[in-house]
């Protein structure tokens, strides 16, 4: 008897391990890019919102320039199981790790929370692109 039978085989281990923070670092620093071209069309009739990037090996980072600049950084980790998200000063604002879903899709767990890439994008990047820079004492 085929132990099969009514619902088909799924090997979640090997989709799984195809669900790396390497993996996952990389989509997430094309959507980031993605992010700041649609930034900079929707930010075009304002002087003061320029933003770049910054990419290394294992870490990109979005600046907005000002004086001081802001910035958030994505840091892949030394055993590539997780990415985290810091600020300008370095203090870790979040870490994400992976898992892969009841809808079999790799996803990103927040403070045991899953997010898409665009829910973990607007969490790490919402208040650097729509929160008024710090004034100049």
Wanted: charged content about 35%.
């Amino acid at each position: 008897m085929d132990e099969n039978v009514g619902y088909p085989y799924f090997d979640w281990l090997t989709e799984r391990n195809k669900c790396t923070a390497l993996k996952m670092f990389i989509h997430l620093q094309d959507d980031v890019e993605k992010d700041l071209a649609a930034a900079k069309k929707a930010f075009k009739d304002s002087r003061e919102k320029k933003f770049t990037l910054k990419k290394d090996a294992d870490r990109f980072s979005v600046y907005e320039e000002v004086i001081p600049p802001r910035r958030v950084s994505f840091i892949l980790s030394d055993t590539n199981t997780e990415i985290s998200v810091e600020d300008e000063k370095g203090e870790v604002k979040f870490v994400a790790t992976l898992t892969l879903n009841k809808d079999k899709k790799c996803m990103f767990v927040v403070e045991g929370e899953e997010l898409e890439s665009w829910q973990l994008r607007r969490k790490a990047l919402e208040a650097l692109f729509f929160s008024p820079r710090p004034s100049r004492s």
